[in-house]
């Protein structure tokens, strides 16, 4: 039985989030600390901290009146009491959250979809944090538009909704349709939305602090630097339009994987504008067949690891929000605001762990790798067999040739794995370390795993993956890669795998 370790409840050094126990906490991390507030410019840090505080104080009040009532009831009315508190935590948490913004509202939406051990009526109620977030006015956001491009809206536009389509943790899009009659989505950042991620991450510290004490390997100075540096990236639209453009170039024309088009002269820092895509949304993808589910399943999983390999680049949301899907695997991908270019020696190094790993099984070599990548003190105490036992987790989908479902135990079990350190490879968990390439990488096992999860995915991982890898090129294995064998030719490409 994989232990259900909540992703949350590990990280609970941020505020609310742990003293509620969202994620309906099996276990207590040891030596986290409650946020202090502290006071900056206006007194935006002050408050956000103290509606975390209160919201804290609720549920920690909530979770001991439970305890109360259910020493003394019967063991139906304790699954009643706890659900009633779960339910009204999940609540509380969706509410706050969703109107603060910022990096916090973007934890509350991993939770729903990362953390697969989850009952499922939390899961849902976090899910409206996904795209459901609560809108800014429509004035604000046109005065927002208008302040950027220049121009008032009518003289921008010919027709604008000023319903917003979506709103979620940074921004939220408008519908739009240009003088050269081009359906657009219109992406305006919420104002203050800076100085809110500014204020959320100033407690990163204290959060990688608590975590310290449960990993002892772990080196929280580059892993905190990263998670800052791409945050604040997100907040650059105007570089989130160059990822966009680079990701829509190489995907121009495929015939499963779609990225809208950026619209340059209507688009600045705070203003992002594409072509509109159409599409169905993650919770409709869920009531259409298995196959459909593994279809896009396919597509999203070569869309993530092949651009890995061939772009040297991995767009770090895998969110479902960030999905539109379309019958026969096709699906748009929206959201290039978390971006992670890596070095040719990182995709190098990815390259070695799965030779070492998969292909050649060898456990001594995958060992000296994880060293030298500094994953692991090279004295740490334990064996090779040990190390591999480990590792092998994260690679089990691809380590053999025959179709594999990724299900929410699989999830789960990687969650668990990556932050549980009293199971029985706690012991190791606590030595590991975090490189900062690794730090986005991560989203894989957290997100994607959880995507494909609810989808209860089913493909031979192994033969598309090795279409992925440059050092295995293998052929097509699936109608969608004979499909895309195609599209390259037309493209006078050689063997690019995705």
Known sequence: MVPKTSFVTTCAGVGALAALGVG?????????????????????RLTRNLRLARLGARGGSRYALTQARKTFA???????????????TAADVTAELGNMKGAMMKLGQMASYI???LPDHVRQTLASLQADAPPMSAELAAETIERELGQPLDQLFLEWDPMPLASASIGQVHRAITFDERAVAVKVQ????????????????????ALASLFPGLEAGPVVQELKDRLFEELDYENEARNQRYYADFFDRHPFIHVPHVIDHLSTARVLTTDLAVGSSFDELLTWSQEEKNLAAETIFRFSFGSIYRLHAFNGDPHPGNYLFNPGGRVTFLDFGLVKRFKPSETQLFEDLIRAMVLDRDGPRFRRIVEDASLLAKD?????????????????YVMTDEPVTIDRDYASGGVAQLFDTSGEQGGLTKELNVPPSFV?????????????????????????????????????????GEVIEAWRRTRGQTRMGL
């Open 380 to 396: 740490a105490p334990f064996s090779d067999a040990e190390v591999e036992e480990y590792f092998r987790f994260y690679y089990r």
């Open 74 to 88: 019967s063991a139906e009315r304790k699954v009643e009491l706890d659900t009633e508190f779960q339910m009204r």
């Open 115 to 117: 953390d697969t051990g």
């Open 440 to 480: 986005i990488l991560q989203r894989i096992t957290l997100g994607l795993m959880g995507i494909l999860a609810n989808l209860e995915a089913t493909r031979n991982w192994r033969l598309i993956a090795e279409e992925l890898w440059p050092f295995a090129a293998g052929p097509p294995s699936t109608p969608t």
């Open 190 to 209: 919420y104002p203050g939305v800076a100085e809110a991620v500014g204020s959320d991450l100033q407690n990163a510290d204290l959060i990688f602090g």
């Open 24 to 44: 309906l906490s099996r276990r207590r991390v040891k030596g986290s600390m409650p946020t202090r507030p502290s006071v900056v410019v206006g007194g935006r």
